[in-house]
């Protein structure tokens, strides 16, 4: 069980690797580029949604402490609570002060009421979450650097800014991974007309490999 678990460690400290890295990149023997959909939220969006996680994340960790596993995601200023909570009060407290948060346009709470997760179960669920987040990218047309991947028990939580069909593209995707039970999708959809807008705004110029590397 230990050999396996820091097996999967390493390979998401790989993967982690990689999703941060710009470029064009080599992945087993193949190096190529191709272009990728930029992050649709603005500059200025995408500082808000930093602030909300660290300012709302931080908050409720100090308030809850071990009563709380809470993990605060937001994307476009939309809120993902996701983890497990001792009692229903917590659960409706995290929501009500995320909430008030004045950059929160929209609350989704997926606290779970029972005890906090494993490091076994937690550390899972990331390398869970580091191969739904790398099939996105090889996939054609799925813009995933405008999206948010979160993997909670074994569930993945799908966050971003995409048309009906990239969104449907996603949903599969996720499903399709081996080890994801549920796929939930808190997407904010928007035309082809304003995906083209984007577009033209030279905000799809980043590279990316072309090809997945082996699980």
Do not use: W
């Not at 999967?8 to 990689?18: D, N, Q, Y």
């Not at 071990?66 to 497990?84: M, P, R, W, Y």
């Not at 997760?117 to 996939?139: C, G, H, P, W």
């Not at 449907?168 to 928007?190: P, Q």
């Amino acid at each position: 069980m230990r050999i396996n678990l820091l097996g999967k460690t390493l390979v998401l400290l790989v993967a982690t690797s990689f999703l941060s890295a710009c470029g064009v990149l080599a992945v087993g023997g193949v190096a190529a580029g191709a272009s990728v959909m930029a992050d649709r939220r603005t500059p200025a969006v995408q500082v808000m949604d930093k602030g909300i996680q660290l300012e709302v994340g931080n908050a409720l960790d100090k308030r809850f402490g071990d009563s709380a596993h809470i993990n605060v995601t937001s994307f476009n200023q939309k809120v993902l609570l996701t983890g497990e909570v001792k009692n229903s009060d917590i659960k409706e407290q995290a929501e009500t002060y995320a909430k008030a948060n004045k950059n929160t346009r929209s609350i989704f709470n997926e606290l779970v009421i029972g005890p906090n997760s494993t490091y076994s179960a937690r550390a899972n669920d990331s390398y869970l979450e580091s191969k739904v987040k790398t099939q996105m990218i090889f996939t054609e047309q799925l813009p995933s650097n405008s999206m948010d991947i979160v993997a909670e028990g074994g569930s993945i939580y799908l966050m971003g800014i995409l048309t009906q069909h990239e969104a449907e593209i996603a949903k599969k995707v996720a499903s399709n991974i081996n080890g994801v039970k549920d796929v939930y999708a808190y997407f904010d959809i928007i035309s082809d007309a304003e995906k083209v807008r984007l577009e033209k705004q030279g905000k799809a110029d980043e590279s990316q490999p072309t090809s997945p590397p082996k699980y």
